[in-house]
């Protein structure tokens, strides 16, 4: 099983590169990155986790800035978000960002993507709540007409591009209904999240990891049902705190990847961190 790593890079934290350069020393997987824009300060969203937001939201690096610093001091580190917030980016720049770092880092990049929580951040994009799944539906496709290796035109309910040549392409070729990078969609179990993921993405990536053993048939049914090849649908448990216990039982499960939490910390700590998870490794972590 692959062990990769998420944390809450900030300006008070170990940077990406002294990150990444650690990770790849010890045979990590890979390195996903959040994203929030802002934090109103007059939020009335509730925290998912409960309680007080922790500092950390507010003081989040831009994923796409800290993992193309991570891809130049590293050869093999696989690199992601979890997750992109796609409704609150301008589709036409997010595409060429995405293809950017994922031809600059070799094919390297997953597209973690999600709907999002906070209804006052995604107000200050000019987000419709609820319509945002939709609006994330539309702009994955606009996107993966400007991947296409012919100009492809889209025009959809909440945006259009016309045929033109956009450069550079990602890496990967196209799979089924998915052209880009490898993708994955975040979000909590329930028909309509496993409807787009089998639509336009290669699988899930459920944060936490609890009920997978009731929601996984339910997800390889639906994705089936689209015609989907069975063997190609991928589920990361996200943001997971591991033992050796948890990890078997994904594996019994058929995953192959497991993103482990790291404190948003300076460098001492997080390197304690990566020690503990050390013993977690497999001899051999093959990519993606």
Known sequence: ???????????ETITPVRLAQELEARRFSGL???EHTHIPVDRTTPYPAGGD??????????????????AA????????TGITLVAQHDPIDLAKQIASLDHLSGGRFTLGLGYGWNVEEAADHGVTWRTRRELVRDRMALMRALWSEEPTAYEGEFGAVQA???????VRKPRGPVTGPRTLIGGAAGPKLFAHIAEYADGWLPIGGRGL?????VLRSVWADAGRDPAALQVVPYAVQPTPGKLAHYAELGVEEVVVQLPPAREAEVLRALDAYGPLLPDSAPQP
Request: aromatic content about 10%; charged content about 15%.
């Open 1 to 11: 099983m692959r062990i990769s790593v998420t944390i809450f890079l900030t300006d």
């Open 32 to 34: 996903y990155l959040p």
């Open 53 to 70: 937001l922790p500092r950390e939201y507010g003081r989040t690096l831009d994923p796409f800035v800290a993992l193309a610093q991570a």
């Open 73 to 80: 001091v590293t050869q093999r580190l696989a690199l992601g």
């Open 164 to 170: 033109s040549y956009a450069h550079p392409k990602p």
């Open 213 to 217: 053993s009731e929601a996984l048939p």
